[in-house]
């Protein structure tokens, strides 16, 4: 059954939404199997992340695009945190949708893109 986090929740639209460092660090957490507790209800996803602490996380459609929150201190922003990242690829693994590795992102980024992210992440 198709929901409308189905229609909005993509590979495509998670590796935009969070860019390449939160979707590379996102991908440490989801492959070693640190989202528990993942509930799928009207249309918002629910988890727990283990990390250095233990954060909650949700994922809703919000129109055409993904909400989202996290209880640590980036996920009450706008941009998708690590956490996040982490649970929308549980979400997409447990529909049979197979999540891009941080490798495969580096390689389709774009460079110019990929160097101003870098430096705007420098002191």
């Known amino acids: 059954m198709s929901s409308a986090l189905d229609r909005v929740l993509t590979n495509d639209a998670l590796r935009d939404m969070a860019g390449f460092r939160a979707f590379r660090d996102g991908h440490t957490y989801f492959e070693p199997d640190q989202v528990y507790g993942l509930e799928e ?13 233990e954060y909650h996380v949700k994922l809703w459609a919000d129109g055409v695009v993904m909400g989202h929150a996290c209880s640590c201190p980036v996920g009450q922003g706008e941009d998708i945190c690590k956490h996040g990242v982490a649970v929308a690829l549980t ?33």
């Open 41 to 53: 209800i009207d249309d918002t996803v629910s988890a727990k992340v283990l990390g250095l602490h």
């Open 91 to 123: 979400w997409l693994s447990d529909r049979n949708t197979v999540p891009v590795s941080p490798d495969a992102l580096q390689r389709e980024l774009d460079p110019i893109k990929t160097i101003t992210t870098f430096l705007a992440t420098q002191d």
